[in-house]
């Protein structure tokens, strides 16, 4: 997609990383232009979410989830 306020072309993924490609997770400036910290909590989310997809145990992200929308509204 393109969005210009994100930084022009980017990924677009689900709330867990996961984009329209089934099993392909994205992450960090992939999914648009916002700094270290929306960067770094993407790929918490996104990894873990991809390692429960590959059968994994899960992780609490109820902290990073929260931080993460708080993180890309600056």
Same mark, same amino acid.
């Not at 022009?8 to 400036?29: K, Q």
């Given at each position: 997609?393109?969005?210009?306020?994100?930084?022009?072309?980017?990924?677009?993924?689900?709330?867990? =990383?996961?984009? *329209?490609?089934?099993?392909?997770?994205? +992450?960090?400036?992939? #999914?648009?232009?916002?700094?270290?910290?929306? &960067?770094?909590?993407?790929?918490?989310?996104? =990894?873990?979410? *991809?390692?429960?997809?590959?059968?994994? +145990?899960?992780?609490? #992200?109820?902290?990073?989830?929260?931080?993460? &929308?708080?993180?890309?509204?600056?």
């Amino acid at each position: 997609a393109f969005d210009m306020s994100l930084g022009g072309w980017h990924c677009l993924a689900n709330a867990d =990383g996961e984009s *329209a490609v089934p099993g392909l997770f994205v +992450a960090g400036e992939t #999914l648009g232009i916002g700094g270290s910290i929306p &960067a770094r909590l993407s790929g918490q989310i996104a =990894g873990a979410m *991809a390692a429960k997809s590959a059968g994994y +145990a899960a992780t609490d #992200l109820k902290a990073p989830r929260a931080a993460l &929308a708080s993180a890309r509204h600056f």
